[in-house]
């Protein structure tokens, strides 16, 4: 009788996202996932299986740290967008267009040291813009 291996545990942040959905179906064969995102569900309203919802851009990591406790990895796909932002206006250097990159950095910056803080031994941060040279929306 074969051995039964316990899947690695992967956390992914950005769950109910564009980037994270395309991958799920062969993340999920193969890894114990632990989904997070501010939304409970995509935006066509499709729920992910076992999603918590939480907001990583909060300084206080100790309101999310549980959920990379004993994690083999992050796979970062979490994005904050700014309000009011199509296809239009996508390249708009405004103030809401600053404060959401902003919020992004910060972002990155929790998920990055709660992640060390807890020992995860890898981090990949995925974002479509730079697969796309920024010119995601022209694509």
């Known amino acids: ?12 942040t950005g769950a109910a996202g564009y980037v994270a959905q395309r991958m799920w179906p062969e993340l ?35 309101e999310y740290r549980r959920h990379f406790q004993g994690a083999d990895a992050v796979i970062h796909c979490g994005f904050v967008s700014a309000p009011n932002l199509d296809a239009t206006t996508w390249q708009d250097n405004s103030d809401a267009k600053f404060w959401a990159e902003h919020t992004n ?21 995925c974002s479509s813009n730079h697969a796309a040279d920024y010119y995601e929306r022209l694509v």
Do not use: F, H, Q
Request: charged residues 30%.
């Open 1 to 12: 009788m074969a051995e039964s291996v316990a899947k690695r545990r992967v956390v992914v």
């Open 28 to 62: 999920e064969k193969r890894w114990d996932l632990v989904p997070i995102d501010v939304r409970p569900a995509t935006r066509a309203g499709k729920p992910v299986p076992g999603l918590i919802v939480a907001d990583l851009t909060k300084p206080d990591r100790n």
């Open 105 to 125: 950095v910060a972002l990155a910056y929790n998920v990055c040291r709660v992640a060390l803080e807890e020992g995860v031994r890898r981090v990949v941060v």
